[in-house]
C-alpha cells in the first residue's frame, strides 16, 4: 500500500484549501483513512479519519466545524477540506492507512500547509 499526500501549499488565515490523498494498494471497508499534522517542535496530532465503507467521520477538537474529511472509493481518493484556516493550523499535514484508530499500518509522505496571519 502507498499512499500519497497533495495539495498543500499557503494560504491567508481565513482561507481554504483541500489536501487529496492517492491510495494504491487494497483498502478494505473497514479500513480507516486518517490525516494527522505535525508542526514544528511539535507532536504529532490527529486531525480526523474516515470509514472507508460506511463513510463515517470523526474529527479531533481542533478542526472540528472546519475540516471536512471526503472520499471518492472509485478513484480511491481521500480528501481533507479545510476552511476558515488559522496561522496554527500551519504544519505537514500527512494521510494515513489503519486497521482501527489505535493501529495506523501505512503513512503518506506529508504535505506541507502554510497559513500566514
Known amino acids: 500500500v502507498q499512499l500519497q499526500a497533495s495539495g498543500g501549499g499557503l494560504v491567508q488565515a481565513g482561507g481554504s484549501l483541500r489536501l487529496s490523498c492517492e491510495v494504491s494498494?487494497?483498502?478494505?471497508?473497514?479500513?480507516?483513512m486518517g490525516w494527522f499534522r505535525q508542526a514544528p517542535e511539535k507532536e504529532r496530532e490527529f486531525v480526523g479519519y474516515?470509514?472507508?465503507?460506511?463513510?463515517?467521520?470523526y474529527y479531533g477538537d481542533s478542526v472540528k466545524g472546519r475540516f471536512t474529511i471526503s472520499r471518492d472509493k472509485a478513484k480511491k481518493m481521500v480528501y481533507l477540506q479545510m476552511n476558515s484556516l488559522k496561522p496554527e493550523d500551519t504544519a505537514i499535514y500527512y494521510c494515513?492507512?489503519?486497521?482501527?484508530?489505535?493501529?495506523?499500518?501505512?503513512w503518506g509522505q506529508g504535505t506541507l500547509v502554510t497559513v500566514s496571519s
Open positions: 494515513a492507512k489503519g486497521s482501527n484508530t489505535d493501529r495506523w499500518d501505512y
Open positions: 494498494g487494497g483498502i478494505l471497508s473497514s479500513n480507516l
Open positions: 474516515i470509514r472507508w465503507g460506511y463513510g463515517t467521520t
